[in-house]
Nanobody, 125 residues
Framework: QVQLVESGGGSVQAGGSLRLSCAAS????????MGWFRQAPGKEREGIAF???????TYPGSVKGRVTVSKDNAKNTLYLQMNSLKPDDTAMYYC???????????????????WGPGTQVTVSS
């Protein structure tokens, strides 16, 4: 049973930085993807950063260049470093995972069966 729990969200002023963490437990298999999505009120869930078990990273969407995804395999933890935050970055941020064996990490939420409860990020101007 895969479990994911996010932490590190909070309130920050525009221009600031945050690092989100996602503690993972359970068996992922040898080929997996993990990623970060966000959802603001009234908007669709948006994929922002993904990392493959092989190490490849992808950054779709509007936050490319301001975020970095990484993972610490020894700690079973996924991270999202976010810099130069803007008020538009205000959203609930979710960690997600799939062990479906994709060669390239999918970027849509429907491909991820495992989700954390989310952590709120609020950026004030």
């Amino acid at each position: 049973q895969v479990q994911l729990v996010e932490s590190g969200g909070g309130s920050v002023q525009a221009g600031g930085s945050l690092r989100l963490s996602c503690a993972a437990s359970g068996y992922f298999g040898s080929r997996y993807c993990m990623g970060w999505f966000r959802q603001a009120p009234g908007k669709e869930r948006e994929g922002i950063a993904f990392i493959h078990s092989g190490g490849a990273t992808t950054y779709p969407g509007s936050v490319k260049g301001r975020v970095t995804v990484s993972k610490d395999n020894a700690k079973n933890t996924l991270y999202l470093q976010m810099n130069s935050l803007k008020p538009d970055d205000t959203a609930m941020y979710y960690c997600a995972a799939t062990s479906a064996g994709y060669i390239r990490c999918p970027e849509i939420p429907q491909r991820y069966p495992y989700w954390g409860p989310g952590t709120q990020v609020t950026v004030s101007s």
